[in-house]
């Protein structure tokens, strides 16, 4: 049976994510406008509402990226757009 070779190495694409990185520090994933908030249950259905009212979902990707609950029946989530729908 034949071995199968190994991968290229990986060192220069290392280094090419590395000088990225270096040249753009501030750019996280860069892409998305997030906000996080901590809001009673029905307070936190109106803001999610109103995200998805102002920016539809169709053109700026509108999410609920995270949400969790917590004690005292608040919720905490985050909520992900693009910053412009063009």
Known sequence: MAKI???PPLDGLRRQIARH???HPT???GLFVRE????????????????FDTWPKAAYWTE???????EGGEIEFTMRRLPSAD
Do not use: M
């Not at 996080?36 to 995200?51: H, M, S, V």
């Not at 609920?64 to 917590?70: D, F, G, N, P």
């Open 5 to 7: 070779p190994p991968g």
């Open 21 to 23: 990185r270096r040249e």
């Open 27 to 29: 750019r996280r994933d």
């Open 36 to 51: 996080t908030f901590r809001l009673e249950r029905d307070a936190a259905r109106a803001k999610a509402r109103e995200w």
């Open 64 to 70: 609920v990226e995270s949400w969790r609950q917590l």
